[in-house]
């Protein structure tokens, strides 16, 4: 059946601390129904374990992804896709920060996929789309509302509405990548890179500046400054920022432990 095919491989770095999830379903990495279930089932594994402190997502075939099983649709009722997209953007729900890893194309849910994590590098062959209009449908797991709160209205309304592409540059110029990499042995040193560093900080400050962004950022402005003071003040309780005060005191790297 189309709705079938494909994994999502969850491997750890040697310490535990980085989680790695691989798409993997051919040249394209077509996302069926079946890999976006496990990519909810994998977060919640992850979720899970106190070790892992970053989550990283890439392909393992020659694109990041193409997108969907368009076929596999048309054998889902159109009941069932009233919750599409909560299991495959679990990456947005997930307390710990999540790195998308891309190259290649970038399309569809793929894109609806990098767009739920925290952080997304990429390469200059990168391209990111939602192609949608193309079927006369439009992005169902989040496209619309992410890339266009990243983006801005104008830009996401032609991108969406003429299923136009965005080419690396511009995505890194909008905002939607934070680096770009040579090749793929490039990005995926950088990412190993930036996954340390961020496995090195405090677990519970990494938790809370992703929930204070993400959800003082939907607020108004008053809201989001108090969510924010709130959560300092919370912070201040923590064995961590005691231990990140006497490094900083001591000259030396804090050993942070989350809590």
């Known amino acids: 059946m189309p709705l079938t095919g494909g994994d999502v491989i969850l491997d750890r770095s040697d310490?535990?601390?980085?989680?790695?999830?691989?798409l993997s379903h051919g040249r394209y990495t077509v996302i069926t129904w079946e890999m976006r279930q496990k990519v909810a089932e994998r977060f919640a594994e992850i979720d899970r374990d106190d070790d892992v402190r970053v989550v990283v997502i890439r392909s393992d075939g020659e694109h990041f992804s193409s997108g969907g099983d368009i076929a596999g649709f048309m054998e889902v009722e159109p009941f069932d896709f009233t919750d599409l997209g909560h299991n495959v953007t679990a990456a947005a729900r997930s307390t710990k920060p999540v790195i998308a890893a891309v190259d290649g194309y970038?399309?569809?849910?793929g894109l609806e996929l990098a767009l739920s994590c925290d952080i997304r590098l990429a390469t200059p062959r990168s391209?990111?789309?939602?192609?949608?209009?193309n079927l006369g449908m439009i992005p169902g797991s989040g496209g619309t509302q992410r890339l266009g709160r990243l983006i801005g209205l104008s830009r996401a309304k032609f991108h969406i509405m003429t299923a136009t592409r965005i080419q690396a540059q511009q995505a890194l110029d909008w905002g939607?990548?934070?680096?770009?990499?040579?090749?793929?042995?490039?990005?995926?040193?950088?990412?190993?890179?930036?996954?340390?560093k961020m496995a090195g900080f405090s677990p519970s400050a990494q938790r809370t500046a992703k929930e204070v962004l993400d959800k003082g950022l939907d607020a108004p402005l008053y809201s989001g400054i108090e969510l924010e003071r709130k959560a300092y003040a919370m912070l201040r309780a923590t064995e961590d920022f005691a231990e990140g005060v006497k490094a900083f005191g001591e000259k030396r790297k804090p050993n942070f432990q989350g809590r």
């Open 176 to 196: 939607v990548v934070a680096g770009l990499h040579d090749d793929r042995d490039a990005l995926n040193t950088a990412v190993d890179a930036l996954a340390a």
């Open 15 to 22: 310490d535990g601390r980085v989680a790695y999830l691989t």
């Open 127 to 133: 391209q990111f789309a939602l192609p949608e209009m």
């Open 106 to 109: 970038c399309f569809g849910v």
